[in-house]
C-alpha cells in the first residue's frame, strides 16, 4: 500500500499531494516492472518466453510513460524540468548548465 511510504501523517497532507504520491509510487512500480522484465528477458533460455517477456516490458514502459504524462499536466514544477531535459541533444549536463546557471 502506498501509505507505506508516506514521511509525515496523511491527514496533513493536502489531495494535491496525494495524487502526487500516487502517481510516484506508481511510476517508481512501473519502472521497476520494466527492470524485471527486462533482466528476465536476457535470462530466458527460450525464444518465445523471451518475446513474450519483452512484450510485456513494454507495456509496462507504456505505463510508466502515461504516468509520467499525468504528472507532467499536474506538476507545474515536474513540467518546467521535463521541457528542459527531454527531447534534447546536447549533452545532459550541458543542458543543464544552460538552464540552470549556478551549477559548475
Same mark, same amino acid.
Given at each position: 500500500?502506498?501509505?507505506?511510504? !508516506? &514521511?509525515?501523517? *496523511? %491527514? ?5 499531494? #496525494?495524487? $502526487? ?32 517477456? !519483452? &512484450?510485456?516490458? *513494454? %507495456?509496462e514502459m507504456?505505463?510508466?510513460? #502515461?504516468? $509520467? ?10 513540467a518546467g ?21 549556478? &551549477?559548475?
Amino acid at each position: 500500500m502506498s501509505s507505506e511510504t !508516506l &514521511h509525515a501523517p *496523511r %491527514e496533513r497532507l493536502t489531495a494535491t499531494t #496525494m495524487s $502526487l504520491h500516487h502517481a510516484i509510487v506508481s511510476l517508481m512500480e512501473e519502472l521497476q516492472a520494466v527492470d524485471w522484465y527486462r533482466q528476465r528477458a536476457d535470462d530466458a533460455e527460450d525464444d518465445s518466453l523471451r518475446d513474450i517477456l !519483452l &512484450h510485456n516490458m *513494454r %507495456e509496462e514502459m507504456e505505463h510508466a510513460s #502515461m504516468v $509520467l504524462e499525468w504528472i507532467r499536466r499536474n506538476n507545474d514544477d515536474f513540467a518546467g524540468f521535463l521541457r528542459t531535459y527531454l527531447f534534447t541533444k546536447a549533452p545532459i549536463t550541458e543542458v543543464e548548465k544552460a538552464a540552470v546557471p549556478r &551549477h559548475k
